[in-house]
């Protein structure tokens, strides 16, 4: 989570998981409901159901121990590369960067080279015997991800503080090749068509969706568009964006009332703080009541 939101955002949640799951069989043990509630505002809940699925193989297959190969570590719900070879280093020492952000940044910048013109991996594999000679490859790992947030950072490098200046390229060229690459978010238009219970003050929600994001949870029918032009024959209550999974979301909001809901929705209570409801849909609620 700490590649997506900020250290202090993440820490109280980390501190209540650690409390309520002291250890990997505690977690392994909980409902999917529960992991859920705790992540709750957090976003990214796929990760939090990898997390779950991960401890429960663990426990059953691994005596609740991470596996030391890559090959089986790859394996696991949700690990991919980078998360892969950062646990080597982590959890076994083993000589091995988890190339990110942070890694890819500080190489480009010392090579005085773009990114996209490096293979990172070739370059760690030439360079293993020297940057694994003190065999504090755990340690080395969080020094990259470290010096690339406070020193070497995204924007404004602390170059004349930095130690590695004096073999930095980048530091000691007139011609700065290297740009950082910055991924957009990518904005799409979605209409939320709220279908409401006015006398029982209730909302129709579904599990079925194909958006890509919040996928297995309850929202209100909600259909991507091409482009956010309003719709006639429905009711339009407002606009808003929401950043869900690194999309930015452009919402319009239509309602109409009803007493029979669509096919594959349940009706909710507007007034009700479900615990299984995503905070995306609570934040639709308040807007719904919002309405007269
Ligand atoms: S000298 Fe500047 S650009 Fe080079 S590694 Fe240090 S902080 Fe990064």
């Not at 404004?156 to 740009?179: G, R």
Request: aromatic share 12%; hydrophobic share 35%; with cysteine.
């Amino acid at each position: 989570m700490l590649q997506q939101t900020q250290v202090k955002t993440v820490l109280p949640y980390f501190r209540k998981f650690r409390l309520i799951f002291p250890t990997l069989d505690s977690l392994s043990r909980s409902s999917e409901k529960k992991v859920l509630k705790m992540w709750e505002g957090l976003g990214y809940y796929r990760r939090a159901r990898n997390l779950l699925a991960t401890s429960k193989i663990l426990a059953k297959n691994y005596r609740s121990q991470l596996p030391k190969e890559y090959k089986e570590i790859i394996k696991l719900p949700g690990i991919g590369d980078y998360t892969a070879n950062a646990l080597q280093a982590f959890i076994f020492n083993k000589p091995t960067l988890a190339i990110d952000g942070n890694v890819k940044r500080v190489f480009s910048r010392l090579l005085n080279k773009n990114e996209n013109k490096i293979n990172f991996k070739s370059l760690i594999e030439i360079n293993k015997k020297n940057l694994f000679r003190l065999n504090r490859n755990s340690d080395l790992v969080e020094a990259f991800m470290e010096f690339g947030a406070l020193v070497c950072k995204p924007k404004e490098p602390d170059c004349q503080n930095c130690k590695l200046n004096n073999i930095c390229i980048y530091f000691k060229s007139k011609n700065k090749f290297v740009k950082t690459l910055k991924v957009k978010p990518e904005t799409k238009s979605y209409n939320i068509f709220c279908y409401i219970n006015k006398e029982k003050n209730q909302i129709a929600l579904t599990k079925k969706n194909n958006l890509g994001f919040l996928k297995n949870f309850y929202l209100p029918p909600m259909k991507e568009v091409k482009d956010g032009s309003l719709l006639r024959n429905w009711k339009h209550h407002s606009n808003f964006k929401n950043l869900i999974s690194n999309k930015k979301l452009d919402i319009n909001l239509y309602y109409k009332y009803t007493k029979k809901n669509p096919m594959q929705t349940e009706w909710f209570s507007l007034k009700n703080n479900y615990e299984f409801i995503p905070s995306f849909t609570k934040k639709i609620f308040k807007e719904v009541l919002k309405i007269n």
